[in-house]
């Protein structure tokens, strides 16, 4: 019964949560490291009868943890086993975070809500170690095989902007870049990120230089680009509506030296537009020859004899009765064909004589 209880108090602290949020009389801000074993200080400044703590990440769509003096903490999945209420005073909803990893970085809520005074709300931002953190045991091991959404193909020597720009599907609070070379873990080399106080960049790359826009589009900046710089570039943007991620793959090549990717994008190139020019000297070919064939058919339509070919040639005959000089001079031809009977041929013959 008591199970059941508590379940139920669970559920409506999830559907409450955000009504109490709006009632928040106080806003402290505060920062702390990402560490081991990380103490996340919330002390309510005045005394009264504490009704419920609460915990809440920015990028968690569920309450991270909650502490009800009567039915006790209940912890999100993520954090099952990790969180701990410290307790010191009757008043205080601090909590202390263990085994952490990248993905604890962000910005939390704490709001505990008090009688009669009612509640009181502070924020934490957790910021990043100068060191990549330790990974988390329970979490299963990234893929081995990165696709990148973008490839960029440089010069050594030559210098190269990479930008994080992604569009995205709600408000952008963190924006963090990370390298990875093939086999290596992931490395932070820049943050940005919004605060009470206004921006602020992190810049851990030894290679480039980090820039932050007011509207948390990060570029990183690579002057002479060496074959170092290879690898896989990704940009996490940590939004109101979750986290969002791009990949950018950086190959390197010597100055006028070959390039893989490169010469299969020219070959691919090449061979479309020799497709491209195939289909249209076939195209011509066909309308041409359909052309050809509808005159000739209008031709014959036209002219009927001409579809035929012409066996008859003019043959002058001599006629049987001779009325006057004039027919005598004036010889008459006829159509005959070119085949002559032997008759024909013979009466030919006294003609000319």
């Known amino acids: 019964m008591e199970a059941v209880q508590k379940d139920c108090w669970y559920f409506v602290v999830l559907i409450f949560l955000p009504f109490l949020k709006v009632a928040v009389q106080q806003r402290v801000i505060a920062t702390v490291r990402l560490e081991e074993g990380m103490v996340l200080d919330c002390l309510c400044p005045w005394d009264g009868n504490l009704s419920m703590v609460s915990w809440t990440k920015l990028s968690e769509k569920n309450p991270v943890a909650v502490f009800h003096p009567e039915f006790g903490v209940?912890?999100?999945?993520?954090?099952?086993?990790?969180?701990?209420?410290?307790r010191t005073t009757p008043m205080d909803g601090s909590i202390s975070i263990r085994n952490v990893t990248h993905q604890d970085i962000g910005l939390y809520y704490c709001s505990v809500q008090t009688f009669p005074q009612g509640p009181w709300t502070k924020h934490i931002q957790v910021e990043d170690?100068?060191?990549?953190p330790e990974e988390d045991p329970t979490e299963p091991p990234p893929p081995q095989e990165t696709v990148?959404?973008?490839?960029?193909?440089?010069?050594?020597?030559?210098?190269?902007?990479?930008?994080c720009n992604h569009q995205h599907n709600g408000t952008v609070n963190q924006v963090v870049l990370e390298k990875m070379l093939h086999g290596q873990p992931w490395r932070i080399i820049g943050v940005c990120k919004k605060t009470e106080g206004g921006l602020v960049g992190e810049d851990y790359s030894d290679r480039g230089r980090i820039s932050c826009a007011d509207s948390l589009d990060m570029s990183l900046q690579l002057t002479q680009v060496t074959q170092e710089d290879d690898g896989f570039y990704r940009c996490t943007f940590n939004t109101d509506a979750g986290q969002q991620t791009t990949t950018v793959q950086l190959t390197t090549v010597a100055p006028g030296g070959f390039s893989l990717s490169l010469?299969?994008?020219?070959?691919?190139?090449?061979?479309?537009?020799?497709?491209?020019?195939?289909?249209?000297?076939?195209?011509?070919?066909?309308?041409r020859q359909r052309k050809r064939n509808k005159r000739k058919e209008y031709r014959v339509k036209?002219?009927?004899?001409?579809?035929?070919?012409?066996?008859?040639?003019?043959i002058p005959m001599c006629p049987?009765?001779?009325k006057?000089?004039?027919?005598?001079?004036c010889p008459v031809y006829a159509n005959l064909q070119t085949v002559q009977s032997m008759k024909t041929a013979s009466n030919q013959r006294r003609c000319n004589k």
Not at 156 to 163: D, G, M, P, R, V
Not at 324 to 329: D, E, H, P
């Open 129 to 132: 170690l100068d060191e990549p």
């Open 302 to 314: 036209l002219h009927p004899s001409q579809g035929q070919p012409n066996f008859y040639e003019n």
């Open 74 to 86: 209940a912890l999100s999945h993520r954090f099952q086993g990790r969180v701990d209420f410290l």
């Open 263 to 287: 010469y299969m994008m020219y070959i691919y190139i090449g061979a479309g537009a020799a497709g491209l020019v195939l289909l249209i000297a076939i195209i011509i070919v066909v309308m």
């Open 324 to 329: 006057s000089r004039q027919i005598r001079n």
């Open 320 to 322: 049987r009765i001779k």
């Open 148 to 163: 990148a959404n973008h490839e960029v193909v440089a010069e050594q020597n030559s210098n190269l902007t990479i930008e």
